[in-house]
């Protein structure tokens, strides 16, 4: 009969200074307390963004077809200024930061009353959307479409904006009612602003010339 013992397991279990088994954590501190986490807060952006529109664009080219992004964004410090900007890039961050920086090249104050409400009845047209605003007096912020989002942006209070057009495309839209209160602008507003509006024309025109050929 065998009467040696078994050989015992010898291998056991990490243990932490805290008596607990199975954890790779460090000795607590003194007093039982942690360090409490560090989180990274993002900064916060100089003017509040609003994105009008992103697109996919197909060009074809000797190689095959090209695919690029076409981003409209509008931005605002709530203050009464406004700007609006487009950009194309192959990635849609690097169109955002080109749509972003024209944005503010294009940045102008508007002139306002003391309630942040427009002075008087202004009109504009581009392309087939026609844009009327007017002041209201108490009724708030009556307008829809990206009008709506613009006049947000640049902290408009008691206005009326009525879209004279059953045009649906919103870069048009933004653009009239970027146009509208272009006419409001005040002395100080950049000289760039005036060549933005004749350049994002003659894109419309060009946009409008391209689809109607592809539907031919």
Known sequence: ??????????????????????????????GGERKPRTFFEKPKPEFDQKMVSIRRVTRVVA????????????????????????????????????ALRQAKKNMFKIKTTKEMSIPHQV????????????????????????????????????????LHSGSKNKLNNARVAYNTLYQLKAVASLSKVAPFIAESEAEAKIESKEVSQEVK
């Open 1 to 30: 009969m065998d009467t040696t013992k078994p050989k015992q397991n010898t291998t056991s279990a990490p243990v932490d200074n805290r008596g607990g088994y199975g954890s790779n954590r460090g000795p607590r501190r003194e």
């Open 63 to 98: 190689g095959g077809r090209r695919m690029t992004f076409a981003v409209a964004l509008a931005i605002g410090d709530k203050k009464g200024s406004i700007g609006l900007g487009t950009g194309k890039g192959g990635d849609t961050s690097l169109a955002i930061a080109k």
């Open 123 to 162: 009109s504009a047209k581009f392309s087939s959307s026609k844009l009327t605003m007017m002041p209201n007096r108490g009724k708030g912020l009556v307008a829809g479409s990206t009008v709506r989002d613009i006049l947000i942006l640049g902290g408009l209070k008691n206005v009326t904006a009525k």
